[in-house]
């Protein structure tokens, strides 16, 4: 776990720097080359989630039930987004979803990711085509594990496990304006998952005293257009 969360933030630290060494190179011209106000967007994902929880073997137990936590193999994922761009200042608000497959006890099953993002964004220039960022903010998770719980007594009916729950998020990230509209953008962001609700067979919803952690890479491309 310690090796990978290095990895992680390793790959981060190593995009801030390209970020900042791009920006410096880039301002020669100073006139901008993107259009504020509402942008659309697209973009494709490569998610990977670790975390000592996400061994498919944890499990949370009620008085009826006991809801298994998955192990996640990498998978891909899509996506959209709505933006608001004022000078070297954003806000954006996505979603992802993706289809991963998961292990529960040796068990290989269908998982369902979905996350609802709200983030904070800051080009570093305005006055390139190429122009990195950082962002910073915060989604609402929610993941589904097929036939993850069953009932303690007869006749052990299987349902699924779905936790739900909040991530912090960070990352950075290039945008290249083809146009000052259109715009393809790449970058890496890392979520710290914190899962507090869970619930089983029934669908009923327990919070949870000790929360479901992990940390999830998300890996992506895409295109952005603006309205104006």
């Not at 630290?13 to 942008?39: H, K, Q, W």
């Not at 998978?75 to 200042?89: K, Q």
């Not at 006055?127 to 069953?150: C, E, K, N, R």
């Amino acid at each position: 776990m310690f090796k990978k969360f290095s990895r992680i933030l390793g790959v981060f630290m190593l995009l801030s720097v390209i970020c900042f060494s791009v920006s410096a190179r880039s301002s020669e011209d100073m006139r901008p080359v993107y259009t504020n106000g509402f942008y659309l967007g697209v973009q494709a994902n490569y998610l990977s989630v670790s975390g000592d929880d996400f061994d498919g073997l944890t499990y949370l137990s009620s008085y009826d039930e006991v809801m298994f936590i998955p192990k996640l193999d990498p998978g891909v994922g899509f996506g959209g987004l709505i933006g608001l761009r004022e000078g070297t200042l954003g806000m954006e608000l996505s979603f992802i979803t993706s289809s991963l497959t998961g292990t529960i006890l040796d068990e290989i099953g269908d998982v369902s990711l979905t996350m609802f993002n709200l983030y904070f964004k800051f080009w570093l220039n305005d006055t390139s085509s190429v122009q990195p960022y950082l962002l910073l903010g915060m989604d609402v998770s929610l993941l589904s594990a097929t036939d993850g719980s069953v009932l303690k007594y007869y006749p052990y009916t299987i349902g699924d496990t779905d936790l739900t729950g909040l991530n912090l998020d960070l990352g950075a990230g290039i945008s290249f304006y083809v146009t000052p509209k259109i715009a393809l953008n790449a970058g890496a962001n890392i979520h710290l998952m914190l899962y507090t609700n869970v619930s089983g067979v029934f669908g009923d919803s327990y919070e949870l005293d000790e929360y479901v952690t992990g940390s999830l890479i998300n890996i992506y491309g895409g295109l952005t257009f603006a309205l104006e």
